[in-house]
Nanobody
Framework: QVQLVESGGGLVQAGGSLRLSCAAS????????MGWFRQAPGKQRAVVSA????????DAADSVKGRFTISRDNAKNTVYLKMNSLKPEDTAVYYC?????????????????????WGQGTQVTVSS
């Protein structure tokens, strides 16, 4: 079992920055591929960015490429999402997710159905 706890959300003006953190407990973080998703009111949950267990490979949605960066510190069992140049359309609840990918993990995943563990979410609100 993996428990995920997100933090770092809040209210920010357009053009500002936030860094989300996701602390994982229960298992060795490097064995799990991780992802950040978001869900705005009335919309489906969608991937923002994903990262392999090793942290070597990442992917991001087109809407956030060049603005958001995913990273991880396996020694701290923590995954981060640095968000720059925030826009009002980035407003959503942001969720951290994890799925077992084994030692050497060279895969990342971008579908909600790929993930077995989810955090409770953290609200990000960007004002115009």
């Amino acid at each position: 079992q993996v428990q995920l706890v997100e933090s770092g959300g809040g209210l920010v003006q357009a053009g500002g920055s936030l860094r989300l953190s996701c602390a994982a407990s229960g298992r060795t973080a490097s064995m799990y591929a991780m992802g950040w998703f978001r869900q705005a009111p009335g919309k489906q949950r969608a991937v923002v960015s994903a990262i392999t267990g090793s942290g070597e490979h990442t992917d991001a949605a087109d809407s956030v490429k060049g603005r958001f960066t995913i990273s991880r510190d396996n020694a701290k069992n923590t995954v981060y999402l640095k968000m720059n140049s925030l826009k009002p359309e980035d407003t959503a609840v942001y969720y951290c997710a994890a799925t077992y990918s084994g030692g050497g993990g060279s895969y990342y995943y971008t579908r909600t159905t790929d993930y077995d563990y989810w955090g409770q979410g953290t609200q990000v609100t960007v004002s115009s």
